[in-house]
T-cell receptor
């Protein structure tokens, strides 16, 4: 059974710092990996989707890398801002076939607070 | 249109009521999902529809009944819920199963 772990569970930093959020998964036979952001009481906003053949994706101040062989993904946030405060979730997609096809496995999330 | 729209945003219902949650997307996605999220926990999958057919039911109690009338619309019918069913219910869609989810903003359900 796939298990996804996110470290740290919570992070509080001053504005302007560069951040690294970590995601590890136990079964390296994954298809895609997706990072989401969730504001309190709201839905999930997709940040980056790393497809099966990719190792990295970038969007603005965000960069996510994926190393399937070691079961790790990293989300890098440059020059953090108070508006980045949210819970960040990583989710892995199973490989094609099998009864779990289409079922995301989420980590527990990292709660990020960026203070001015 | 790049959104998944969920209605209502908030719902309070009694344990004997019948209500429905609605989810709509116009992105041409052919897979749609219902998730349940309790406070401070990640979302948990309830149902997966692929090409309007139910492909995954995560052993959800029968008081939750999904329906996919067409490729753009997904409903979740609720009946005789329990207070522990209070949660944020999230709908998502993707071009096809197992590829790039887009989530809606959710329905906050309170069962009294």
């Amino acid at each position: 059974k796939q298990e996804v772990t996110q470290i740290p569970a919570a992070l509080s930093v001053p504005e302007g710092e560069n951040l690294v959020l970590n995601c590890s998964f136990t079964d390296s036979a994954i298809y895609n990996l997706q990072w989401f952001r969730q504001d309190p009481g709201k839905g999930l906003t997709s940040l980056l989707l790393i497809q099966s053949s990719q190792r990295e994706q970038t969007s603005g101040r965000l960069n996510a890398s994926l190393d399937k062989s070691s079961g790790r993904s990293t989300l890098y946030i440059a020059a953090s801002q108070p508006g980045d405060s949210a819970t960040y979730l990583c989710a892995v997609y199973p490989n094609a076939g099998g009864t779990s096809y289409g079922k995301l496995t989420f980590g527990q999330g990292t709660i990020l607070t960026v203070h001015p | 249109d790049t959104e998944v729209t969920q209605t209502p945003k908030h719902l309070v219902m009694g344990m004997t009521n019948k209500k429905s949650l609605k989810c709509e997307q116009h992105m041409g996605h052919r897979a749609m999902y219902w998730y349940k999220q309790k406070a401070k926990k990640p979302p948990e999958l309830m149902f997966v529809y692929s090409y309007e057919k139910l492909s995954i039911n995560e052993s959800v109690p029968s008081r939750f009944s999904p329906e996919c009338p067409n490729s753009s619309l997904l409903n979740l019918h609720l009946h005789a819920l329990q207070p522990e069913d209070s949660a944020l219910y999230l709908c998502a869609s993707s071009l096809r199963a197992n590829y790039g989810y887009t989530f809606g903003s959710g329905t906050r359900l309170t069962v009294v």
